[in-house]
């Protein structure tokens, strides 16, 4: 049997999906769908699939059996809800959706259709060394406190904190829930703004099994740079850098990181996309679904609403 997937959203993270599921044996990517023409008719040429500029024809489309989400953060939800009425595998970039009550809606969806039908995009839970520390950090007893940095490299954007925290900093709060296996009971988040509304943010949570999380995001320039910190009751375990060859030379030794989160977590996207095909396969969601959506979309709220009362918050 041929898996046929259709793809909505063709700029970065879109093409990325269609890269690795056409490699992928029994997956056909067999339609993509842009509001520009353009763009869907050079990501459809790469891959052989037909161009579609009618995003939610795609996700009622019959004929295919799962659905990537990949356009803006603001059209997953209700993309989301159509193409699992019509009863599609979903793959949905995070966050699931801009708010949590819109999240509340797919997860009331999915309700509705009986099962779980909903992947969400939280791809760091397949990247080689965050699964390493996971493992790391089961020999080394009770989680006590884990601290996400998260570095991106913005040389431009001017991004409002809702859009900083619901698009940048949720990646770090899946990565908390995930390892911790607790969830967040409450937060604290302060905002350092400078030529950006938002530079620097410092959030400490409170997780239900007595552990604190501690996120630092920073909108650096030097490269995209993410680091995991687990200090557990018998020790601390640290997320490895990602091999990179050391190099000399001009009289300096240098290892690269990289700009961006394609070089970055590029196994992870891979790993994220073979899973989800082997899940449809087996007629489940084998990776973060749309439950862990509406939670991590849940404490991004919790912390918009700490950064502008300058209190906890409870989540
Ligand atoms: P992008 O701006 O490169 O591409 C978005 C594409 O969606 C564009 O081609 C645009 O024409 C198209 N589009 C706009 N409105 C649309 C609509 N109503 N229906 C269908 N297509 C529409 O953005 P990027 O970086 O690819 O982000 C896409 C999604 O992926 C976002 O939700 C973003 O938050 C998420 N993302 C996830 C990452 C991860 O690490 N998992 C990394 C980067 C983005």
Redesign the pocket.
């Known amino acids: 049997m041929t898996l046929r997937v259709g793809v ?9 999906h269609i890269a690795n599921l056409s490699v992928l044996d029994g997956v056909e990517v067999a339609v993509v ?4 023409e353009k ?1 869907a008719a050079s990501a459809a040429a790469s891959c052989g699939a037909s161009a579609s500029t009618d ?1 939610a024809a795609l996700a009622v489309d019959a004929t295919l059996d799962a659905v990537v ?5 603001d ?2 939800a209700a ?1 989301a809800i159509t193409a699992i009425q019509s009863g599609k595998y979903v793959l949905c ?3 699931l959706a801009s708010t949590a009550e819109d999240a509340g809606r797919v997860v009331d969806a999915e309700r509705a259709a009986g099962r779980d039908l909903v992947q969400v ?3 760091r839970q397949y990247d080689p060394s965050h699964l390493q520390l996971d493992a790391a950090m089961s020999g080394l007893g009770a989680l006590r406190h884990l601290r996400c940095v998260h570095r991106n490299t913005n040389h431009q954007w001017e991004r409002p904190l809702e859009l900083v925290f619901s ?1 940048s900093l949720i ?1 770090d709060v899946h990565t908390a829930r995930w390892l911790s296996a607790s969830e967040f009971t409450s937060v604290v988040a302060q905002v350092v703004s400078g030529p950006r509304p938002v530079e620097h943010v410092a959030l400490l949570g409170a997780m239900e099994n007595g552990s604190t999380v501690t996120i630092e995001f920073v909108e650096a320039t030097y490269g995209y740079d993410v680091e995991v910190e687990a200090t557990c009751e018998h020790g601390v375990a640290v997320a490895a850098q990602p091999p990179q060859p050391l190099i000399r030379s001009d009289g300096v030794q240098h290892r690269h990181i990289g700009d961006d ?1 394609f070089g970055r ?1 590029a196994e992870a ?1 891979r790993k994220e996309v073979e899973d989800w095909v082997a899940g449809i396969l087996d007629d489940r969601v084998n990776g973060p679904t749309a439950a862990d959506g509406l939670a991590a979309q849940r404490v991004v709220d919790a912390a918009i609403r700490s950064a502008s009362s300058g209190r906890r918050e409870a989540v």
């Open positions: 909505i959203g063709t700029g970065g993270m879109g093409r990325e769908a842009d509001i520009v763009s995003p989400i990949a356009s803006p953060d059209t997953h993309l970039e995070k966050p995009g939280f791809m698009q990646h989160w977590f996207y």
